[in-house]
């Protein structure tokens, strides 16, 4: 149905399945089952889903880091499943995880960030620019010969993701970058991704338990014990009370207030933000 | 038992180049059944702070009396006092190291002295406190559980103890929605049982809002407001100083009074907020 270079879609994920299994094959713990999206260019996409739902697992899918067990996922065209594309993949598709302490490795700044081009034979004086760019691009530059053990939560994960840039990725992937920041290092982080989706047009999937950080998002993904069970924009996801309730997600506080009011008799439209709210309340009566 | 914190002050590196003063003359009083919570921003002290209510890190200046013993004392018997104060530190499931659960749990109670038997008596009934099925998890490995598991089978490796104060810092970081409120529901049904004082770090002001009848707000290690949440949350002057966020119905309320319309009182969660918006209609200032 859909034409890849039509809608300019980046990734497309066919019917796709992996489950985790030991060395001598035996089976471990489903990943996904019988998943189907895809992904338009330049598009901010949010995965919520419990702990355990396929979040990840869908994410390593995505570089290549696990191929599926059935089903086909390419990334601008190429199918990651084929050995010879992989390098290709992994430099298109750019991941930071969770614990910004393990994603450095090396002690000045600016050493971190040539790692991954050096290993793709990237001449110097190239290395060089991306480096400029790159830490320009998550306002970290003036700590470019600095050690990065002494930054903040949030410092870190923009270095990461800085080194992540260096390679000159399409698609940028948050798993749970978030997590273990506080809420300045959260919004420094969730500031980053959103300019790089805005100005750059760097195509972002984030993967998060906060339902706030998912209320901005063009797209929403709901993975339930490794299905997808919803698709839409948040305001579509977070009205569908049923399907809330099914994924274990959380309404944000906003949300929650709007649908008790209105069950209350107020006349008060569904809120996805505390900004919403407010307006619908003075608009009653 | 109370712990009364008496001019504590507290120097990293003293009289070197990376001299930081961390805690800079602290005095507060936490009661018996309280649940109170440390907020401020990051570095501000909160962990520091908490290390010392059971002589993780000792006294260099100022007092502190935990019930009956004096942690400013030079002589200090450590192990009464680390039973009677638990301590779950952040990501305390990374902590948990033994073949299984059981084993786990019942480490500390053999540390501090317990039979094996015994031990295994207090492992059982500390994690059927936390609502873990003991025949069903006993023997698993503890690397084998869930996210959520993991951190409640740390909890209770803490609790086997029957500690009279819970120390957390912060005890939802990384969890999923479903996860976090399964932790503090917890938090709610121990102060059932023998732990009467619960001392809690969290950047979540929601969670603050909503489990805690106290709170001390830390800033650049210093003692800012000893005061309640509620009160903390209606004084925007005190708010600004410290740059800490408030929970989202607070934001709401606060949202409305800048379009006209006054709340009487200060909703603290959604449920309040309903509450408190049917009661009283709200009129225009």
Known sequence: MENSTANNVVIKIDNVSYDYRSSSDEFIARGVKNVSLSIGKGEFCVLLGRNGSGKSTLAKLLNGFIVPDSGTITVNGIDTSVDESIYEIRSKVGMVFQNPDNQMVASIIEDDLAFGPENLGIPRDEIEKRITWALETVGMSEHRKRSPNKLSGGQKQRVAIASVLSMLPEILILDESTAMLDPKGRAEVMETAMRLNKEKGMTVILITHYMDEAVGADKVFVLSEGELIGEGTPREIFSNVELVKRAYLELPVASKISLELKESGYDIPFALTDEELAEGICKLK | ??????????????????????????????????????????????????????????????????????????????????????????????????????????????????????????????????????????????????????????????????????????????????????????????????????????????????????????????????????????DKEKLSLTGLEVPHAVRVKNLLEARGIVLQGTPLTSKEFVELFKGGAPCAK
């Not at chain 2, 109170?36 to 702070?49: R, V």
């Not at chain 2, 929601?206 to 209606?234: G, M």
């Open chain 2, 1 to 234: 038992m109370q712990i009364k914190v008496e001019n504590l002050k507290y120097t990293y590196s003293p009289k070197t180049p990376f001299e930081k003063v961390a805690l800079d003359d602290i005095s507060f009083t936490i009661n018996d059944g309280d649940t109170i919570g440390i907020i401020g921003s990051t570095g501000s002290g909160k962990s520091t702070l908490c290390q010392h209510f059971n002589a993780l890190i000792r006294i260099s200046h100022g007092k502190i009396y935990v019930g009956e013993w004096e942690l400013h004392a030079k002589k200090l018997n450590l192990g009464a006092l680390r039973q009677a104060v638990g301590m779950l530190f952040q990501y305390p499931e990374y902590q948990l190291f033994a073949d299984t659960v059981k084993e786990d749990v019942a480490f500390g109670p053999i540390n501090f002295g317990k039979s094996k038997e015994d031990a295994d008596i207090l492992a059982r009934y500390a994690l059927e406190l936390v609502g873990l099925d003991y025949d069903e998890i006993k023997d698993k490995s503890p690397f084998e559980l869930s996210g959520g598991q993991k951190r409640r089978t740390a909890i209770a490796g803490i609790i086997a103890s029957r500690p009279e104060v819970l120390v957390l810092d912060e005890p939802t970081a990384g969890l999923d929605p479903q996860g976090k409120k399964e932790i503090l529901d917890l938090v709610t049904e121990l102060k059932k049982s023998y732990v009467k004082t619960v001392i809690m770090i969290s950047h979540n002001m929601d969670e603050i809002a909503e489990y805690c009848n106290r709170v001390i707000v830390l800033n650049d290690s210093k003692l800012l407001y000893d005061t309640t949440p509620r009160e903390l949350f209606s």
